[in-house]
């Protein structure tokens, strides 16, 4: 089945550390994305790629990098940098061009700072 | 200006009413929008796309108004699974491509 994944669904880590959240699709979608959710609130961008080997900051980059090696894939990493990293973090993927087409979604992933 | 605003929530409606959600964006050169439901603690899904003629499906309706960048989602008949949160999406043409921007959401509560 087609679809979007993310891994892992629940994630820990501790002050300091980096850590990277998966995201593939086999949608042959070109345009990914990568939001946060805080509780209560709505989806912030952080970054989004429409094409391999090339991507753009969202509204909330600071603290975060990602890579799109592959159509496929587009992990985000969560430095150190990151202030307040503990978040619901989903990616998502559409179709480009002629005005794009929806979103779909992965699962998510929770990601908590101990 | 945010680029999509939403309506604040919480509505809280009986079973059966008729509620009506706003959303305005400011990218004039938006080409696709959409309403996502959400629900709790779970990931958007595509409710439906909305289009210049305006589109049903079922109790819902949407609607859009390019001139005075507006988007709106009526539901008639509100039944308890409608409880959730829904999202106003615009695909807007950037210098880095597409981008989907989302509203901050709307919650609806259905109550008996």
């Known amino acids: 089945d087609g679809g979007i994944t993310q891994s892992p669904k629940y994630l820990f880590r501790k002050e300091g550390q980096n850590v990277t959240l998966s995201c593939e699709q086999n949608?042959?979608?070109?345009?990914m994305y990568w939001y946060r959710q805080d509780p209560g609130q709505g989806l912030r961008l952080i970054y989004y790629?429409?094409?391999?080997?090339d991507f753009q900051k969202g509204d909330i980059a600071e603290g975060y990098s990602v890579s799109r090696e592959k159509k496929e894939s587009f992990p985000l990493t969560v430095t150190s940098a990151q202030k307040n990293p503990t978040a619901f973090y989903l990616c998502?993927?559409?179709?480009w061009g002629g005005g794009g087409t929806e979103a779909f979604f992965g699962q998510g992933t929770r990601l908590t700072v101990v | 200006r945010k680029e999509v605003e939403q309506d604040p929530g919480p509505f809280n409606v009986p079973e059966g009413a008729t509620v009506a959600f706003n959303c305005t964006y400011s990218n004039s050169a938006s080409q696709s929008f959409f309403w996502y439901r959400q629900d709790c603690r779970k990931e958007p899904k595509l409710l439906m796309s909305?289009?210049?003629s305006g589109n049903e499906d079922g109790r819902f309706t949407a609607q859009l108004n390019r001139a005075s960048q507006y988007i709106s989602l009526l539901i008639r008949d509100s039944k308890l699974s409608d409880s959730a949160t829904y999202l106003c999406v615009v695909n807007g043409l950037t210098g880095g491509g597409n981008k989907l921007t989302f509203g901050t959401g709307t919650q609806l509560k259905v109550e008996l």
């Open positions: 949608l042959n979608h070109d345009a």
């Open positions: 998502a993927s559409s179709q």
């Open positions: 909305v289009y210049s």
């Open positions: 790629s429409q094409i391999v080997n």
